[in-house]
């Protein structure tokens, strides 16, 4: 059984999350430092790490770089929220939580992060759109546009199994009927109308974008969840549920 260190024993929200997940993970609670926690990751004490409900994002982020590392072959990190509806539903949002204004190349980085952590998690093939307030050159030119097509464009040439699309709307992502209007006038998408990766420009859009979701949708939410470091962690917002970080786990499980 995997386990996952929680450095924030005793806090109440994680203990009652622990005994809740003793079914499907061996949580181990300890009071201490976020760094000491990712150092028993490396010592092989643990298998990944859950923080962030009483230390900054800034603590565990930087922790995670400064001790875990970097993935192998990887140099741009990332993160995703995994949003749950309470009809079932799930979609993911990234990244939110840690690059501000990304380059079109770290854009294109993240959308692998995301495609591959996403295969992971989702049941279904993940369909990626990377949004904007337009949807394909609706909007007129833009650099925001220019960045999220060289990005698209990168990712194609470099992973063309991955299922993306751009630039589009939030409606013309997720919406069957508005996606397939829209997309019309390109030839055409995949993607448009039935994504189940948010692909965001940057960290504002989609940090408003998942706090939205949370608390006018009633969604649940993991993460943010760390992508492109050595080992599986999750930086918990400090607003975290009990339901959000059971959820987080699980999500996390499935990356290790």
């Given at each position: 059984m995997?386990?996952?260190?929680?450095?924030?024993?005793n806090?109440d929200y994680?203990?009652?999350?622990?005994?809740?997940?003793?079914?499907?993970c061996e949580?181990?609670?300890?009071?201490?430092?976020?760094?000491?926690?990712?150092?028993?990751?490396?010592d092989?004490?643990a298998d990944?790490?859950?923080?962030?409900i009483?230390?900054?994002?800034?603590d565990v982020?930087?922790?995670?770089?400064d001790v875990?590392g970097?993935a192998?072959?990887?140099?741009?990190?990332s993160?995703?929220?995994?949003?749950?509806?309470?009809?079932?539903q799930?979609?993911?949002?990234?990244?939110?939580a840690?690059?501000?204004?990304?380059?079109?190349e770290?854009l294109?980085d993240?959308?692998?992060?995301?495609?591959d952590?996403?295969?992971?998690?989702?049941?279904d093939?993940?369909?990626?759109?990377?949004?904007?307030?337009?949807t394909?050159?609706?909007g007129?030119?833009d650099?925001?546009?220019?960045k999220?097509?060289?990005?698209i464009a990168?990712?194609?040439?470099?992973?063309?199994?991955?299922l993306?699309?751009?630039?589009?709307?939030?409606?013309?992502?997720?919406n069957?009927?508005v996606?397939?209007?829209?997309a019309?006038?390109?030839?055409?998408?995949?993607?448009?109308?039935?994504?189940?990766?948010?692909?965001?420009p940057?960290?504002?859009?989609?940090n408003?974008?998942?706090k939205?979701?949370?608390?006018f949708?009633?969604?649940?939410?993991?993460?943010?969840?760390l992508?492109?470091?050595?080992?599986?962690?999750?930086?918990?917002?400090?607003?975290?549920?009990?339901?959000?970080?059971?959820l987080?786990a699980e999500?996390?499980?499935?990356?290790?």
């Amino acid at each position: 059984m995997h386990k996952i260190i929680f450095p924030e024993a005793n806090n109440d929200y994680i203990k009652e999350a622990a005994i809740r997940l003793n079914m499907i993970c061996e949580p181990i609670l300890v009071e201490s430092s976020v760094q000491d926690a990712a150092v028993k990751i490396l010592d092989g004490e643990a298998d990944a790490m859950i923080a962030g409900i009483d230390y900054s994002s800034r603590d565990v982020i930087l922790a995670t770089r400064d001790v875990i590392g970097i993935a192998e072959g990887r140099k741009t990190f990332s993160s995703l929220f995994v949003a749950k509806f309470p009809n079932g539903q799930r979609i993911i949002i990234s990244d939110g939580a840690t690059c501000k204004n990304p380059t079109s190349e770290q854009l294109a980085d993240i959308i692998e992060l995301a495609n591959d952590a996403a295969a992971k998690i989702l049941d279904d093939q993940p369909r990626l759109a990377v949004l904007s307030f337009s949807t394909f050159g609706s909007g007129g030119k833009d650099p925001s546009m220019e960045k999220t097509a060289e990005a698209i464009a990168l990712i194609r040439e470099r992973r063309p199994d991955i299922l993306v699309d751009g630039e589009m709307q939030l409606d013309a992502a997720v919406n069957p009927r508005v996606g397939e209007k829209k997309a019309a006038a390109h030839g055409g998408s995949e993607v448009a109308g039935h994504a189940n990766v948010l692909i965001v420009p940057d960290i504002n859009s989609g940090n408003i974008l998942y706090k939205s979701i949370e608390q006018f949708a009633g969604a649940t939410v993991a993460g943010p969840i760390l992508l492109g470091f050595a080992k599986p962690v999750s930086d918990l917002s400090r607003g975290s549920t009990v339901e959000d970080i059971v959820l987080t786990a699980e999500s996390l499980l499935k990356l290790i």
